[in-house]
């Protein structure tokens, strides 16, 4: 089926956006299918250096911001008019997936290039966000936090990662550390983003396509456990100061938040430490995380004192002493309702099946709303899985989405009023 939109340009080249992939899992590939490309390391400097080429062969201009975020610019005929913006990220976390992220970004460019025949009369920029998954660098969407003004440019390069890099230096060593002004200075004209849905609800139902109407809220902590080493044999229990115990204590009661505010809450205890890390010695240290998000800010702030007083319980009952870090805090955000009817209505021109949906994970689209109206495309997640090397998405959906987000920006790149 063809309509008369998709008629004002070619089709972006499919075969070419797979090739693409193909190339940046080739960087640090992941059996079966996946990749590592940590923010701001040589893996993510190689995938940077690829999109950098791809977007100079095609004929893009590419520009940089001081915290690295990447726009390669189509310009369009009215330079007065402000341009319309896609992309993702390139980053991944250390067990990474094929698409997540990338799809977004090489979409984007494939759009590029078949509108670049015929320059419409807003430009599109493609834009590769930095750090968008905290994975190395908290929080995550840390670039697209920062280019809408939400976190200053001095405190983002004073970051420490989780190896112990300060974000300012590793941005260096990339040499991606560029002079752009951030887009809180000019805002797009809209914002889409294509991305796998990283759920299980449009394969399950066997849907094409999702319309994205929002993002569920982010808490995240970094909590400590200070107790006392001592002999493992020779300690009685009533004497004790077991940090790891009271990090025990702490996850199970964060895993049980969900029974107390609902199925929508999830919580999530991703990484634990112990100090000596010894099988014969009582830890004196613990560090751990918690993750909890839900799509109501009222829910989400509850849970999250809650998580407050479970932190004292813990160090209470194990007499250790606490202290917890926030990494970051997002509240729910929605999309604008235009622009998800316009990829509804998209998706029912190209006669495919397609749901609304809000999406559990964090993505760069939810910092360009503050800014500018965003929306999101999300592709079918084979399985559900993502955050693994076994991450993947049927062709056919890929082409699909594909199309879809052509259609969208091809749209707004043609607004002029």
């Known amino acids: 089926m063809t309509t008369p939109l998709a008629a004002q340009m070619a089709a972006p080249n499919v075969e070419t956006l797979q090739v693409r992939l193909d190339a940046l ?20 400097k190689a995938g940077r250096d690829l999109f950098a080429g791809w977007a100079k062969a095609a004929g893009l201009s590419l520009t940089v911001d001081p915290v690295g975020n990447m726009y390669a610019h189509l310009p369009g005929t009215r330079p007065d008019l402000a341009p319309v913006m896609s992309g993702s990220h390139l980053d991944t976390v250390a067990t990474g997936g094929r698409y997540d992220g990338a799809l977004g970004v090489v979409a984007a460019l494939a759009v590029a290039e078949a509108m670049a025949a015929a320059p419409p009369p807003r430009g599109l920029v493609v ?18 936090l920062v280019a809408v003004g939400g976190l200053s440019i001095a405190d983002a390069l004073q970051i420490t990662a989780i190896d112990g890099a300060r974000l300012g230096d590793a941005l260096a060593a990339t040499r991606y550390a560029g002079d752009a002004p951030l887009l809180s200075e000019r805002a797009p004209h809209a914002f889409v983003e294509l991305h796998v849905e990283q759920g299980p609800v449009l394969d399950e139902a066997g849907l094409a396509l999702g319309a994205v109407t929002g993002v569920q809220g982010i808490a995240w902590r970094s909590i400590s456990f200070t107790g006392e080493a001592n002999h493992a044999g020779a300690t009685p229990h009533r004497l004790r100061r077991d940090a790891g115990r009271a990090a025990i204590t702490l996850a199970h009661a964060a895993l049980a938040l969900p029974e107390r505010f609902g199925p929508d809450l999830l919580a999530t205890v991703g ?10 010695v009582i830890p004196e240290a613990a560090t751990m995380t918690v993750d ?45 309702q235009n622009l998800v009817a316009r990829i509804e209505t998209g998706a ?46 049927a062709p056919e959906h890929i082409a699909a989405a594909v199309t879809v987000l052509a259609d969208t920006l091809n749209a707004l790149c043609h607004e002029v009023t």
């Open 25 to 44: 899992c080739a960087i640090h590939p992941l059996p079966p299918k996946g990749a590592q490309r940590m923010a701001l390391s040589a893996d993510d």
């Open 348 to 393: 029912a021109a190209r006669g495919l099946t397609h749901r609304r949906l809000i999406s559990g994970a964090g993505h760069d689209a939810q910092m360009l709303a503050r800014i500018c109206p965003a929306a999101m495309i999300f592709a079918p997640s084979i399985g559900g899985i993502s955050h693994n090397p076994a991450e993947d998405t």
């Open 127 to 144: 834009a590769n966000f930095t750090n968008e998954e905290g994975a190395r660098f908290a929080p995550d969407m840390l670039g697209s």
């Open 271 to 280: 990484r634990m430490a112990l100090t000596p890390d010894l099988i014969n």
């Open 292 to 336: 909890l998000r839900h799509p109501d800010a009222e829910t989400l702030n509850a849970a999250d004192d809650a998580l407050d007083a479970a932190i004292s319980a813990a160090a209470e009952a194990t007499g250790c002493t606490a202290t917890s870090q926030r990494l970051a805090r997002f509240d729910p955000v929605v999309f604008d």
